[in-house]
């Protein structure tokens, strides 16, 4: 009579993750981050489009997109992988360079450029809002100085810029 062979039985993530936690080493990076960047990185720009985007009415209000102008936006993407955890789609092109979307939760991301001829480097919040125009309206009414008005820039998304009273750049994204 043959012997069956026994199969260990397949730990849960959670009896895993509990296990891991009583290990010495202390975790100090994701693991996205401790795979090489050849690895973390997709598709070449050229094959990669804009991707397109539904809002959630849940997130109105909430900063959801924080876009890095840097003088090496590409650096500044693999030291986002690295020392954050960050993930990133592919880049896709821009007329000024390629734009790195990345995520850092299920509700909050943003991207990565190079900046411009007449920028510094800086960083950009944006708040989720229903519609880009009566926002973009709402603020000028109440005494927001016009940077940039509503543009569509991909599927679903249309942006624009204001400076709120006190010199602060504040941008909204939405339908």
């Not at 296990?19 to 010495?24: D, E, I, M």
């Not at 880049?91 to 299920?106: I, K, N, R, T, V």
Request: charged share 20%; net charge positive; hydrophobic share 35%.
């Amino acid at each position: 009579m043959a012997k069956k062979k026994h199969k260990p039985a397949k730990r849960s993530k959670a009896s895993k993750r509990s296990k891991a936690s009583k290990r010495s080493k202390p975790a100090t990076r994701s693991k996205a981050a401790k795979r090489p960047a050849s690895k973390r990185t997709a598709k070449k720009s050229a094959n990669a489009s804009p991707p397109s985007h539904e809002f959630t009415r849940g997130l109105y209000g909430w900063i959801t997109h924080t876009d890095l102008a840097s003088t090496n936006a590409s650096a500044t993407r693999e030291w986002c992988i690295e020392v954050l955890g960050w993930t990133f789609r592919p880049p896709f092109p821009m007329p000024g360079g390629d734009y790195h979307l990345f995520a850092f939760s299920e509700k909050g991301g943003g991207g990565v450029r190079q900046i411009g001829a007449s920028e510094q480097p800086s960083s950009l919040p944006y708040v989720h809002v229903e519609n880009a125009q009566a926002s973009y309206d709402a603020a000028l009414s109440a005494g927001a100085e016009s940077v940039s008005p509503p543009t569509r820039v991909t599927e679903g998304v249309t942006i624009a810029l204001v400076r709120a009273p006190g010199g602060v750049l504040i941008g909204f994204s939405g339908p």
